[in-house]
């Protein structure tokens, strides 16, 4: 059930946007350090973004596990992270 309202609600930012899912190739996850979530994230993730129509595989990365949970600075770290992953 946590996987299937993440993937929808992945899915639903994606049409938003107008982004098709092979265009993704960095998530920065939550990954807050528990398996049945953390587990869950990444199978809503596998189901959103198929690795079988890529030309590229996208890429799973997370803060926090490298930093700990700061609250409000985590959310920075990750956008300074993303940013430096891109480039």
């Known amino acids: 059930a946590q996987e299937t ?3 929808e609600a992945v899915t639903r930012a ?3 946007a107008n982004v ?3 265009a ?3 998530v ?3 990954s807050i350090g528990l398996s049945a979530v ?3 994230e990444a ?3 596998a189901k959103v973004l198929p690795g079988e129509a890529r030309a590229v595989p996208a890429i799973l990365s997370s803060v926090t596990p490298q930093i700990g949970h700061t609250l409000g600075v985590s959310g920075m770290a990750a956008v300074l992270k993303a940013t430096v992953e891109l480039e």
């Open 5 to 7: 309202g993440y993937a």
């Open 14 to 16: 994606l049409e938003h």
């Open 20 to 22: 098709p899912a092979t």
């Open 24 to 26: 993704i190739s960095v």
């Open 28 to 30: 920065e996850s939550a």
């Open 38 to 40: 953390d587990q869950a």
């Open 43 to 45: 199978t809503a993730l």
